[in-house]
């Protein structure tokens, strides 16, 4: 017997490239959903067979792309970034309103994080800088000193305090692990050979993963600052993320999904849309945003056609 994924349906509202996915083990009825139309969707889930959810509220303020959403650990917040010039957004979620701008970035915000208590947020952006911001939206730090030389493409906070740091990858091939007490650059991690897209940080802390162009996934152990080993996608790498309780790695890459196991660094699946076209040139939509329920029983996916796609792990027999 072997654990398999099965697609269960899709959630349709959104009239742009889904960016990104966040979940919440709070709500485990609820997702938020970030967009290139401009727009966060809170879903209801449903669980449908015809259809997975309902768009239950859409977050409106941001006025370009938004390209990252993350939900505070009590459920109750949801804080964005934008290519909307400079800002993040903290939403109360039980209003759908904005309760704080964050202003200081001089160009697009491209990623953004709450750290495991919820008292910080970091942010990356096109300006090459990382930003430290408390709940108020006062920016207590820039990390600009050894800094990446390129777009800072995403951010994340380590969940081990007995180990505070950030995690950083940009578009100069760079995974940069900073120390959260002094914003002091700990680590710097080399070996991709493109562009970053998404940095991921494994549930215990203890490692992380990485991967954009070059199609590889490398993994890095946070606790000694070394490079552990890499897996190979055969694609771009759009995004990444680790299974909240099971020993797997995630990558979107291109229009399809690979889930590796990290213990025999195997592929247990291979996740393809099924896209009825009727032109046979046509190119199949990119998977460009992933997240786990908090369970880790479903995996939702966003694709450049609009749709969030819904997997659930299954048991087979293969």
């Keep these: 017997m072997t654990e398999q994924m099965t697609v269960r349906g899709t959630l349709k509202g959104h009239n742009g490239w889904v960016t990104q996915i966040a979940t919440t083990p709070q709500f485990p009825d609820m997702i938020l959903s970030a967009s290139r139309d401009k727009s966060i969707i809170m879903w209801k889930l449903t669980r449908d067979e015809t259809n997975y959810g309902i768009?239950?509220?859409?977050?409106?303020?941001?006025?370009?792309?938004?390209?990252?959403?993350?939900?505070?650990?009590?459920?109750q917040f949801a804080l964005s970034g934008s290519w909307?010039?400079?800002?993040?957004?903290?939403?109360?979620?039980t209003t759908g309103t904005t309760t704080r701008r964050f202003v200081g970035h001089t160009k697009d915000v491209l990623s953004v994080a709450f750290s495991a208590d919820n008292r910080q947020i970091?942010?990356?952006?096109?300006?090459?800088?990382?930003?430290?911001?408390?709940?108020l939206g006062v920016c207590k730090y820039t990390i600009q000193d050894e800094s990446h030389s390129e777009w800072v493409s995403c951010v994340r906070f380590s969940p081990n305090s007995s180990n505070p740091i950030i995690v950083s990858c940009g578009w100069d091939k760079m995974v940069k692990v900073?120390?959260?007490?002094?914003c002091k650059l700990k680590t710097n991690h080399i070996g991709h050979t493109g562009y970053l897209n998404t940095v991921t940080v494994s549930p215990d802390g203890s490692l992380c993963a990485s991967g954009g162009k070059d199609g590889q996934a490398m993994l890095w152990d946070l606790n000694e600052g070394k490079h552990l080993y890499t897996l190979d996608s055969g694609d771009n790498i759009n995004a990444l993320c680790f299974s909240p309780n099971r020993y797997w790695l995630c990558a979107a890459t291109g229009p399809s999904i690979k889930i590796w196991d990290l213990e025999g660094k195997i592929i247990v699946d291979e996740l393809r849309q099924?896209?009825?076209?009727?032109?046979?040139?046509?190119?199949?939509?990119?998977?460009?945003?992933?997240a786990w329920s908090a369970d880790g029983q479903t995996l939702f996916a966003g694709y450049t056609d609009n749709l969030i796609r819904v997997w659930q792990v299954t048991i087979g027999t293969r």
Excluded: M, Y
């Design 55 to 75: 768009p239950q509220r859409a977050l409106k303020g941001h006025s370009h792309f938004v390209s990252d959403v993350v939900i505070s650990s009590d459920g």
């Design 84 to 93: 909307d010039g400079t800002t993040l957004r903290l939403w109360d979620l």
């Design 122 to 135: 970091v942010s990356g952006s096109r300006d090459e800088t990382i930003k430290l911001w408390n709940t």
């Design 178 to 182: 900073w120390n959260l007490a002094n």
């Design 274 to 290: 099924e896209v009825i076209s009727t032109n046979s040139k046509a190119e199949p939509p990119q998977c460009t945003s992933l």
